[in-house]
């Protein structure tokens, strides 16, 4: 069956780079593009980029532009986002999310990232 | 970017009872919205895309309707799965947004 599994909790301190790890499993990895969403405690779910996993080529929102880096690696099936400089207010589940037709229709589990000094 | 607002935050019912939901946006969206259910510690899951077409697996019970600006999430009748929270997105352009979500309680 189609898996979206994710890489596990991370503690970062300010400043630091945090790379988060998505892996498909169950369908043609290729196929589909990969999304990622974060949830920060209380606000709603904020879409930062995908990419599609075919060719690599990635588009991000203006909001992350200069902070996210999303790749990926066929032969493992992975999809990688990495956020650099982390501040607290980066605190949040990370969530990456397979692309069916540009809706978002199996979610890996979401990773805690947790931004402390 | 487009602004999605949920109506009503909160929604206090019984199971058995009919729940609708609403999702307005900020600019026309055409069909182009999506519903999802979130359960505490879980992730959200899609119910509903193309404003009405429902996701693989996803029980009759829940129907989604809308064009435009306004789109509603109805479920005919509660089963105790179904307290949660409910989120709806749009991917009519960049950046994809959601809603601020409407949580679905026990009375």
């Known amino acids: 069956q189609v898996q979206v599994v994710q890489s596990g909790a991370e503690v970062k301190k300010p400043g630091a780079s945090v790379k988060v790890s998505c892996k498909g499993s169950?369908?043609?990895?290729?196929?589909?593009?990969m999304h990622w969403v974060r949830q920060a405690p209380g606000q709603r779910l904020e879409w930062m980029g995908w990419?599609?996993?075919?060719?690599?080529?990635?588009q991000y929102s203006q909001k992350f532009q200069d902070r996210v880096t999303i790749t990926r690696d066929t032969s493992a099936t992975t999809v990688y986002m990495e956020l650099s400089k982390v501040r607290s207010e980066d605190t949040a589940v990370y969530y990456c999310?397979?692309?069916?037709?540009?809706?978002?229709?199996?979610w890996g589990q979401g990773t805690l990232v947790t931004v402390s000094s | 970017e487009i602004v999605l607002t949920q109506s009503p935050a909160t929604l206090s019912l019984s199971p058995g009872e009919r729940a609708t939901l609403s999702c307005r946006a900020s600019?026309?969206?055409?069909?182009?919205l999506a519903w999802f259910q979130q359960k505490p510690g879980q992730a959200p899951r899609l119910l509903i895309y193309?404003?009405?077409n429902r996701a693989t697996g996803i029980p009759a019970r829940f129907s989604g309707s809308g064009s435009g600006t306004d789109f509603t999430l109805t479920i005919s009748s509660l089963e105790p799965e179904d307290f949660a929270v409910y989120y709806c997105?749009?991917?009519?352009?960049?950046?994809?947004?959601f809603g601020g979500g409407t949580k679905v309680e026990i009375k």
């Open positions: 999310a397979r692309d069916r037709s540009q809706w978002l229709d199996t």
């Open positions: 169950g369908y043609i990895f290729t196929n589909h593009a």
């Open positions: 990419i599609n996993t075919g060719t690599g080529k990635t």
């Open positions: 600019q026309s969206i055409s069909n182009y």
């Open positions: 193309d404003a009405s």
């Open positions: 997105q749009q991917r009519s352009s960049w950046p994809l947004t």
